[in-house]
Nanobody, 125 residues
Framework: QLQAFGGGSVQAGGYLRLSCAAS????????MGWFRQAPGKEREFVSA????????FYEDSVKGRFTISRDNAKNTGYLQMNSLKFEDTAVYYC????????????????????WGQGTLVTVSS
């Protein structure tokens, strides 16, 4: 089971840190990704991290602003979001993948095995 939390409302230029807490399975065995879905749009890839935290990949629009990380001892993944923009407004979802793929190949919804419920991020301009 995955649970994403940490969303909220923030002004443009602000920051938030999302967390994804895993339970029931060995979190350290799996790669993790973050996706987002804005109203009326398809779910889109944001970032992914391998099981160890040593390899990451980002969608171009968030590079340099967002940082994905994980703490396997705490069974938790994170998405630090800085310099938020209005267009970052969306429901953010975390997901895990169990085949050991590298993050660059984890850009598609169908690659993931488990999903958490979303957490809403609202950025006001």
């Amino acid at each position: 089971q995955l649970q994403a939390f940490g969303g909220g409302s923030v002004q443009a230029g602000g920051y938030l840190r999302l967390s994804c807490a895993a339970s029931g399975r060995t979190f350290s065995n799996y790669a993790m990704g973050w996706f987002r879905q804005a109203p009326g749009k398809e779910r889109e890839f944001v970032s992914a991290i391998d099981w160890s935290g040593g390899s990451t990949f980002y969608e171009d629009s968030v590079k340099g602003r967002f940082t994905i990380s994980r703490d396997n001892a705490k069974n938790t993944g994170y998405l630090q979001m800085n310099s938020l923009k209005f267009e970052d407004t969306a429901v953010y979802y975390c997901a895990t993948e169990e085949r050991g793929s590298i993050p660059k190949r984890l850009q598609f919804v169908y690659e993931y095995d488990y999903w958490g419920q979303g957490t809403l991020v609202t950025v006001s301009s």
